[in-house]
Each structure stands twice: as structure tokens, then as C-alpha cells.
């Protein structure tokens, strides 16, 4: 018991407190440590079919954000489609 209850002890410790640094379209901004594009997108609450994502000078594709992991130290852009005329 002791052995499962460290286990998810460390588990919270890395997902839920450890932060990393990033910038965010020009803004430095500390984010939990191991999202990937998606779950940053969740984070950040926006609307994942409104946005384009780009991490460190290149563009993440939408069916590449779930195995594209933010690092600490990363360059993000993302911008929102805005509709109307």
C-alpha cells in the first residue's frame, strides 16, 4: 500500500505542481510541465477548431498535438481564426 500510495504522491507532484517556462505569442508564461499541444490548448481554454498552433518556429499540424510535447524554454504562437466580414 505504502509502495501505490508514493507512487501516485510523485505522479500528482509531476502533473499537477511542476511548471515550466515558456513564451506565449511574445509573453513569458509558466504552464504545467508535460502538455502536449492538445492539453496546453485545454489549459489555456481555447477553442481547439478556432486555432492554428506553432511551437519553436514551426507549425504543429492538428493530428500531430497529441504527441507534441511543450518543453520547457519553448516558443509558442497560437492565433485564432476570427470570422465575420
Same mark, same amino acid.
Do not use: H, Y
Given at each position: ?16 505542481? &511542476? ?8 509573453? /513569458?508564461?509558466?504552464? /504545467? =510541465? ?13 477553442? /481547439?477548431?478556432?486555432? !492554428? ?8 499540424? &492538428? /493530428?500531430?498535438?497529441? =504527441? !507534441?510535447?511543450?518543453?520547457?524554454? !519553448? ?11
Amino acid at each position: 500500500m505504502r509502495n501505490e500510495r508514493e507512487c501516485q504522491t510523485r505522479r500528482m507532484e509531476t502533473s499537477e505542481t &511542476k511548471t515550466i517556462q515558456v513564451v506565449l505569442n511574445g509573453e /513569458p508564461r509558466s504552464i /504545467p =510541465a508535460g502538455l502536449t499541444v492538445d492539453r496546453l490548448l485545454v489549459f489555456l481554454e481555447m477553442d /481547439p477548431s478556432r486555432v !492554428a498552433v506553432e511551437l519553436d518556429r514551426a507549425i504543429v499540424r &492538428k /493530428p500531430d498535438w497529441t =504527441a !507534441a510535447e511543450v518543453q520547457d524554454g !519553448a516558443q509558442l504562437e497560437v492565433v485564432w481564426f476570427v470570422g465575420g466580414g
